[in-house]
């Protein structure tokens, strides 16, 4: 996610064939899948702005979606994605249709965009939020210069392009999965008192009073810092001419933060479920072995290193107990964490995962033979969805995620979610997750996921059916069909009737040079 929220995708010239900017608007990108027989004019191009657009998270779901969603609607309509210089419109295409099954109606441009790899967070080790944010800005600008569309999109976040692409003469929409800054963030930093935070833990030893007028200083700076990029994202937000976001919980922050006095659309992301509710709810398991998945890709706030450190107190509570329900099928059970590495960072936190597992007793080393856990990096979509066959359960553990498309996933799969108790997935999707109607399951600490997971593999198998019989009905409430609903709506909302027509008339609104329909001028760089 980037720094100012996570920012879109779309437009322009292939990899091999930059447009001449003095023949941008009419140009066709140049590729083995050209695009079809229609002109980039302002007023029929709609650009994506989504650096990463070949990776395999959920923000790269909704993306592709909301291309193919707006390809049906818009037929005339030129589809272009800003996207990384190494991408091609006949790999972006694969991309979608191999790791998400979205069949794009007819292929997309490209606007390559330089050093994407500048985006990483390790690029920024300090005032992070700013200078990420301004990185992305750059590469919004960078992109702007070789295409300004009528209709800028932003779906991976980066709110830093909005005002820059507003300025550029285009209408901006953007889908919003994470608000960079959230209100809670902000009570936190503001009621901090001297020393900045609080609150739970054993009494702070006495300081001297410079030393406590330091740590107010710090304290005040901090809080000073937060407040104003919340002002600047607030400002960056209401540059936009329509917005959805994925959750209550984002719609709530987006509403506190934006300058804006519509406030957004509620558009659960598309979780492409249809194949996986198909599946069989039970029997559950591999060789007789209860499985348990983890479906998140290898970032550093999805936490994996607690799901590991839950399986070794869940297996370590059974072995103290081998009587007790449920230990032998945790002793005997096998946790896959499945997900997509993006850059160097990603595939040090696996080998760094994999070290963690081998000392927790969990993988094999040469002294334990061990196979409690394992892990699958990059797996296809029919691999993964036998893997969700198999699973009796799915785990999570990201604080205050979002959304959480893999959670989804689960239930539709029929593995009972165990989910973190914030954010999306404890107000949109797992809920209730007590009581008879229970879908699913809450943790937060360690000891409270371990405790679920010896809960979920006690159950007996009609049971545990039943549970995820229920999360595969929550499940079908965010399906495709829905948010592409949503999503044509919210263009809508944004630019009535672009794409709609042959040559770009607006619906209601003429092709005529005096009408709304007319080429704006656009600003030259």
Avoid at 470 to 482: H, L, M, W
């Amino acid at each position: 996610m980037g720094a100012w929220g996570a920012g879109g995708s779309v437009a322009g010239a292939e990899r091999a064939g930059r447009l001449d900017r003095a023949a941008r608007a009419r140009a066709q990108p140049q590729d083995a899948h050209p695009t079809p027989a229609h002109t980039l004019t302002p007023q029929n191009t709609i650009a994506f702005f989504h650096p990463n657009a070949a990776g395999g998270g959920g923000g790269e779901r909704v993306l592709w979606v909301a291309v193919a969603a707006t390809m049906r609607a818009r037929p005339s309509a030129a589809i272009s994605i800003y996207c990384d210089a190494a991408l091609t419109p006949a790999a972006l295409a694969h991309s979608a249709r191999t790791a998400f099954g979205v069949s794009l109606p007819r292929p997309v441009s490209v606007v390559p965009l330089p050093d994407v790899a500048r985006l990483s967070p390790s690029r920024h080790p300090r005032l992070t939020l700013v200078t990420q944010s301004a990185a992305g800005g750059a590469l919004a600008w960078a992109g702007l210069r070789s295409l300004v569309p009528e209709i800028f999109v932003d779906t991976s976040g980066w709110a830093a392009a909005y005002p820059l692409a507003a300025a550029a003469g285009a209408t901006v929409a953007a889908y919003v999965h994470y608000p960079i800054v959230s209100t809670d963030m902000l009570a936190r930093v503001g009621g901090g008192g001297a020393g900045g935070g609080g609150g739970g833990g054993d009494p702070a030893p006495p300081r001297s009073r410079a030393a406590t007028l330091l740590s107010f200083l710090r304290a005040a700076a901090k809080a000073a810092y937060y407040y104003a990029v919340a002002a600047l994202y607030g400002a960056a937000g209401g540059c936009a001419a329509g917005a959805a976001v994925n959750s209550s919980w984002t719609a709530a922050h987006i509403r506190a933060l934006w300058w804006r006095v519509a406030p957004p659309r509620l558009l659960y992301p598309p979780c492409g479920a249809g194949d996986l509710a198909a599946l069989p709810l039970s029997p559950r398991g591999e060789g007789g072995r209860p499985l348990l998945v983890a479906l998140a890709q290898f970032r550093p706030e999805k936490d994996h290193p607690r799901l590991l450190r839950a399986l070794a107190a869940a297996r370590a509570a059974a072995r103290g107990d081998p009587s007790a329900a449920g230990s032998a099928a945790v002793l005997a059970a096998r946790l896959l964490l499945i997900g997509s590495v993006r850059n160097g960072d990603d595939a040090a936190r696996v080998e760094a995962l994999t070290r963690l597992a081998e000392s927790l007793g969990l993988a094999s080393t040469p002294s334990n033979p061990a196979d409690a856990v394992a892990f699958a990096v990059g797996l296809p979509r029919p691999a993964l969805v036998a893997a969700l066959a198999r699973a009796a359960a799915g785990l999570h553990a990201m604080r205050d995620e979002h959304f959480g498309i893999g959670i989804v996933e689960y239930a539709a799969a029929g593995a009972v979610p165990i989910a973190h108790a914030s954010g999306g997935p404890a107000a949109d999707i797992v809920a209730p997750a007590a009581g008879p109607a229970r879908v699913g399951w809450l943790a937060s600490t360690t000891a409270e996921y371990a405790a679920a997971i010896r809960e979920v593999l006690a159950l007996p198998e009609t049971e545990r059916a039943a549970v995820a019989a229920r999360a595969r009905a929550r499940a079908a409430t965010f399906d495709d069909g829905r948010f592409g609903e949503g999503w044509v709506a919210l263009l809508d909302e944004c630019a009535p009737g672009v794409g709609v027509a042959e040559g770009g008339a607006r619906a209601g609104g003429g092709g005529g040079a005096g009408g709304r329909g007319a080429a704006r001028p656009r600003a030259r760089r």
